[in-house]
């Protein structure tokens, strides 16, 4: 398969899918991503209390997800919202990954909070706000966990691919690639879902797909919808915002489903998750490239 897309990719070599490297798949202790398996990826925007992350967790574990989201550093448009409980935050998510067995994602926006970071996380986040931020995903090469780099709202694909070759070639090879929604003329939602981003970032790289289709949307009955439509794609899971009570969430709350609307939408997602193991999912990647 050609690594190039129409030839105009070329700063990303080490990211790049080749014959010879088909995918990466990022091992987290038992959870296989970029594999077989479909990853969702699901909690509150923020982490904000003991209770609401104990509550989220255990729920959205019962549902299928099989990894924790919650971040403890919150990079906010405004300096007037709430910014995270910080280290307090992350002993909290620990506690989490402790009760239910999941496994733990979290943002990190400076290079002097990695080490903290990668001491309670399973995978480290790069929101879409750093995806350009060098410094730190020069250290974060060095943190000897998996990264989820998320897209920035202004990045191309071939910006992030960058971004992720900045990782990799830093030293560290286990790089989860997140579409999150990109800045465009439209209001109805709060970014716009790149839904082609997923199979065209399957095509050309080797790295595992995660789509947001929280961040994107910005309201919560679109979520689901959105949901669906990543794993039609290629996907190869989910990231999802999910608060025990969204109307008295820190942050995010309007896109945040409910513990009962999660489960829902896990159960919706299913008959579409078989068509993509009965081979589908390959046949629509490989199809769109030539
Ligand atoms: C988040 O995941 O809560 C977040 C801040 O996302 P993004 O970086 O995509 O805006
Ligand atoms: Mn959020």
Not at 31 to 36: E, L, R, S
Not at 243 to 269: W, Y
Request: a negative charge; aromatic letters at 6%; charged letters at 20%.
């Amino acid at each position: 398969m050609n690594a190039r897309w129409n030839g105009q990719y070329s700063c990303f070599d080490l990211v790049a899918r080749t014959p010879e490297r088909p995918r990466t798949v990022v091992q987290v202790g038992d959870i296989a991503i970029g594999g077989d398996d479909f990853v969702v990826m699901a909690g509150p925007c923020a982490v904000e209390s003991e209770q609401q992350v104990l509550d989220t967790a255990m729920s959205v574990a019962a549902a299928g997800a099989r990894i924790l989201r919650g971040g403890a550093y919150k990079p906010r448009s405004s300096p007037y919202s709430f910014q995270g409980l910080g280290v307090e935050g992350l002993k909290i998510l620990a506690k989490a990954r402790e009760y239910t067995g999941l496994a733990v994602i979290t943002e990190v926006m400076s290079e002097t909070d990695v080490e903290v970071v990668a001491e309670y996380a399973d995978i480290m986040q790069v929101g879409a706000r750093s995806m350009e931020n060098y410094s730190l995903l020069e250290r974060l090469g060095r943190c000897g966990r998996p990264v989820l780099l998320k897209r920035g709202m202004t990045a191309t694909l071939e910006d992030l691919l960058c971004s992720a070759q900045f990782l990799v070639a830093a030293g560290n090879p286990e790089v989860i690639l997140c579409e999150r929604g990109i800045r465009t003329f439209e209001t109805a939602t709060r970014n716009t879902f790149d839904v082609a981003a997923v199979p065209v970032l399957k095509t050309v790289s080797h790295l595992p797909v995660i789509a947001d289709p929280s961040h994107a949307a910005g309201v919560r009955v679109l979520v689901p919808i959105l949901a669906r439509a990543a794993v039609v794609v290629g996907a190869d899971g989910l990231l999802v915002e999910v608060h025990p009570q969204p109307e008295k969430a820190a942050s995010d709350g309007e896109q945040s489903l409910t513990l009962g609307q999660f489960d829902a939408m896990m159960g919706d997602l299913a008959p579409y998750l078989s068509l993509r193991s009965s081979g589908e999912r390959e046949c629509a990647v490989v199809g769109g490239v030539s």
